[in-house]
């Protein structure tokens, strides 16, 4: 069982925003602060989105944003979009260089 | 450009052994770690371990341990996945993926994946 748990679906109407959680449920909970989001649209390789909780990588829209409060983590898109319609993967490195991953959210475009 | 090129399709019986490559290219392979996820039908991404091209140092997740081993080939900058004794859970798309040794802490560019199937 991963110690990041994401909502396992969210949903909303194009031009909506909408927020995943990404919550560290690890016996030391908030001890993860290198956050990153990854999309993986159907059949794909997943993409990095977010790095290091809020930082876009070149390239990446800036209608994804994400933030972090205590040890909950989220990814907010803005004026959502068709093509956002995906699957989404929120991640840690963690203190003895081992990764974790979030079970993922598939976003729906209604 | 920055690639990292997987090993074609496989299929295998059960109890078998797998190994898949990764070469990479566009990039000094030393300075990043190379992650294996695997990504069983319909399922999350699950992290299976890592590697360090500089030293073989190797990480690996519990789930894995005693039947996955990540190693790499400076003199081809390329790394390989090899899990042993599969059985049917082990149908999947096998992705390597690298993460900066230094200063970031966030896998930043994947390769395009394997599928293995495990069937008799």
């Known amino acids: 069982q991963s110690a990041l748990t994401q909502p396992a679906s969210v949903s909303g109407s194009p031009g909506q925003s909408i927020t995943i959680s990404c919550t560290d449920t690890s016996s030391d909970g908030g001890a993860y602060n290198y956050i990153s989001w990854y999309q993986q649209q159907s059949g794909k390789a997943p993409k990095l989105i977010i790095y290091d909780v809020s930082t876009r990588p070149s390239g990446v829209s800036q209608r994804f944003s994400g933030s972090k409060s205590g040890n909950a983590a989220s990814l907010t898109i803005s004026g959502l979009q068709a093509e956002d319609e995906a699957d989404y993967y929120c991640s840690a490195h963690t203190s003895s260089k081992t990764r974790v991953f979030g079970g993922g959210t598939k976003l729906t475009v209604l | 450009e920055v690639q990292l090129v997987q090993s074609g399709a496989e299929v295998k019986k059960p109890g078998a052994t797998v190994k898949i490559s990764c070469k990479v290219s566009g990039y000094t392979f030393t300075d990043y770690y190379i992650h294996w996820v695997q990504q069983a039908p319909g399922k999350g991404l699950e992290w299976m371990g890592l590697v360090d091209p500089e030293d073989g140092e190797t990480r690996y997740a519990e789930k894995f341990q005693g039947r996955v081993t990540l190693t790499a080939d400076r003199s081809e900058d390329t790394a390989y996945m090899e899990l042993t004794s599969l059985r049917s859970g082990d149908t999947a798309v096998y992705y390597c993926?690298?993460?900066?040794?230094?200063?970031?802490?966030?896998?930043?560019?994947w390769g395009k994946g394997t599928t293995v199937i495990v069937s008799s």
């Open positions: 993926a690298r993460q900066p040794v230094y200063y970031y802490y966030h896998i930043d560019v």
